[in-house]
Nanobody, 124 residues
Framework: EVQLVESGGGLVQPGGSLRLSCKAS????????MSWVRQAPGKGPEWVST????????????YYADFAKGRFTISRDNAKNTLYLQMNDLKPEDTAIYYC?????????????RGQGTQVTVSS
């Protein structure tokens, strides 16, 4: 059974930082692309970032939504079956529940194989 458990959310002031983690189990984590998706109150899901599988022949590829470029960094530790999202310079509009999901952006947006989410609130 695929299980994804997010953690690291919380209340932070504008300009602050948070590091989200997603512990995966029930599947071979290292062979799957992984994504982060968020959902703000009253809005639909919004893709944040995707990381490809590691390759010994090339740097791992990462992709970001425009709002995340330059502020968010996605990474993974296959030895720990864990996905991360480092978020810096947070803004009130980043307030949302953040979910990790197995797969590329297109699959992540469907809600298939997604964790329960972690709340991020950016407020002074």
């Amino acid at each position: 059974e695929v299980q994804l458990v997010e953690s690291g959310g919380g209340l932070v002031q504008p300009g602050g930082s948070l590091r989200l983690s997603c512990k995966a189990s029930g599947f071979t984590f290292g062979i799957y692309e992984m994504s982060w998706v968020r959902q703000a109150p009253g809005k639909g899901p919004e893709w944040v970032s995707t990381i490809e599988t590691l390759s010994a022949r090339a740097p791992v590829r990462t992709y970001y939504a425009d709002f995340a470029k330059g502020r968010f960094t996605i990474s993974r530790d296959n030895a720990k079956n864990t996905l991360y999202l480092q978020m810096n310079d947070l803004k009130p509009e980043d307030t949302a529940i953040y979910y990790c999901a197995r797969g590329p952006a297109s699959l992540a947006m469907t809600g298939t194989h997604r964790g329960q989410g972690t709340q991020v609130t950016v407020s002074s």
